[in-house]
């Protein structure tokens, strides 16, 4: 569309897909899923798998979004020709709409904490343990639905101010300032005693972890995960690029910022774990009950503990602007509709399709499908499912279905040897790697 936004300049883009990658995952998920697979083999296994399946696949939706100019149905319609890729796009678009739903969940238990902290009620009424606390929060009929619904309403005005005025502006700012907040949490957690025992786990690997299939899994899905791929978010982000961005560059930048994010966000909670003698396989409830309990007793530790919520909660929301723009862009080109409009309406969306997960400890607390809850069982599905093979299917898509010299064309990857590197990942490593470990965790081989 000759009328259709573009982003403002090389650095607001950049900011924006860093943004857009870094989320809870790159702090909360990257630190409890590392200390549940072994700290430091966790981290080399998932550096892999950034620089050999997650850098190829976010260079292929970059890549895709910019010759569309359009929504991520028109990037598989325009390359092959109206066919039945097409209908993939579909998917990626409903699979974003379904994970901004229950990720706007976990969003407002961060924002609840940070008010909590900021305000100082939640060191005050915590007084039977951060256990007991987080679960009478998530449990209560009204509350996280309020706090799932203040996070959307945050998104969808960002959204609806457009690329340039909304998410790129927002951007700017929020992304410097999550960067100042981790190197400050970093920073002081090398202060405390014992910090160096945190950061032998994260850097010192035990080679034994390796020949554990489990890890693999774990970092697999981590990568996935953080950079945010399989969801259509870089197709659409990529329909807004200039002809003169560089795709290949700018994905470079994106993945080493959100993994160097996670590295640090690792620096911040590793040495206070170890510093205060808690598990660091303390698995998902380390950012909302174990962490809490710590800054209880670190020095200065209500504030650290405010800077920490805030950082949580400003991380998810930038990711959740970006997965609110991926149906957005459909409805505003498909449908015609205005901006606005659609943003307003696709967010009302997302906070009754999210309603199911926010009461997944409460009210629909019984509803269990194979031992897991509602939400449980959707974030497992999309880590372990719908993002992986949504991986597969872009690999097979652009390393087979498109024409090699217009793929190496739009990756800015034309007379390179990297190129021709970047297709062969494309059609072997990356759906096979994909292909094995998703096999594995199903226990099918």
Not at 42 to 71: M, N, T
Not at 203 to 217: A, K, L, R
Not at 251 to 268: E, K, P, R
Not at 312 to 323: T, Y
């Amino acid at each position: 569309m000759s009328d259709r936004e573009q982003w403002g300049s090389r650095r607001g883009f950049v900011l924006s897909t860093i943004g857009a990658a870094v989320g809870i995952g790159n702090i909360w998920r990257f630190s409890y899923v590392a200390g549940e697979n072994g700290g430091a083999a966790f981290l080399l296994i998932y550096i892999a798998c950034v620089v050999l399946v997650g850098l190829p696949l976010l260079i292929a939706e970059l890549s895709l979004g910019r010759r569309a100019q359009g929504d991520a149905v028109s990037a598989f319609e325009n390359a092959d020709g109206g066919g039945y890729w097409r209908y993939f796009g579909w998917v990626c678009i409903i699979g974003a709409a379904l994970i901004l739903s229950y990720y706007a969940v976990i969003a407002g238990w961060a924002l609840k904490y940070f008010v909590g902290a900021a305000t100082g009620t939640l060191w005050t009424t915590a007084e039977t343990g951060f256990g007991a606390f987080f679960q009478t929060f998530i449990a209560d009929h009204g509350e996280p639905i309020i706090w799932q619904g203040i996070m959307l309403v945050a998104a969808v005005l960002a959204v609806a101010g457009g690329i340039l005025r909304g998410i790129e502006r927002v951007n700017r700012w929020l992304m410097p300032l999550l960067a100042i907040l981790i190197s400050l949490l970093a920073i002081y957690a090398l202060t405390l005693p014992n910090a160096e025992r945190g950061l032998r786990f994260l850097f010192e690997p035990d080679w034994s972890v390796f020949t554990e299939p489990t890890v693999y899994i774990a970092a697999l899905g981590q990568a996935f995960f953080s950079i945010g791929l399989g969801m259509a978010i870089f197709i659409t982000f990529g329909s807004y690029m200039p002809a003169n961005f560089s795709v290949s560059s700018s994905a470079t930048i994106t993945v080493f910022g959100d993994s160097l994010f996670a590295i640090i966000a690792g620096i911040a909670i590793f040495p206070a774990v170890f510093s205060f003698g808690v598990d660091p396989k303390a698995g998902p409830e380390l950012a909302f009950i174990t962490l809490p309990q710590i800054f209880l007793q670190m020095p200065g530790g209500y504030l650290v503990g405010a800077i920490f919520f805030l950082l949580l909660s400003a991380a998810a929301f930038s990711s959740m602007m970006a997965l609110l723009e991926v149906p957005v862009a459909l409805a505003v080109q498909r449908l015609g509709c205005r901006r606005r409009t659609a943003t307003a309406v696709i967010g009302i969306l997302a906070f009754v399709l999210g309603l199911p997960a926010a009461m997944s400890f409460g009210l629909l607390s019984d509803v269990q499908i194979s031992g897991r809850g509602i939400l449980d069982t959707v974030d497992a599905m999309v880590s372990n499912f719908l993002l992986p093979m949504g991986g597969i299917l872009i690999a097979v898509f652009v390393g087979w279905h498109v024409n090699r010299a217009r793929a190496l064309h739009d990756a800015d990857l034309t007379n390179s040897r990297l190129g021709s590197l970047w297709i062969w990942l494309l059609r072997y490593l990356v759906p096979i790697t994909i292909t094995a470990i998703v096999l594995q965790s199903i226990g099918a081989i």
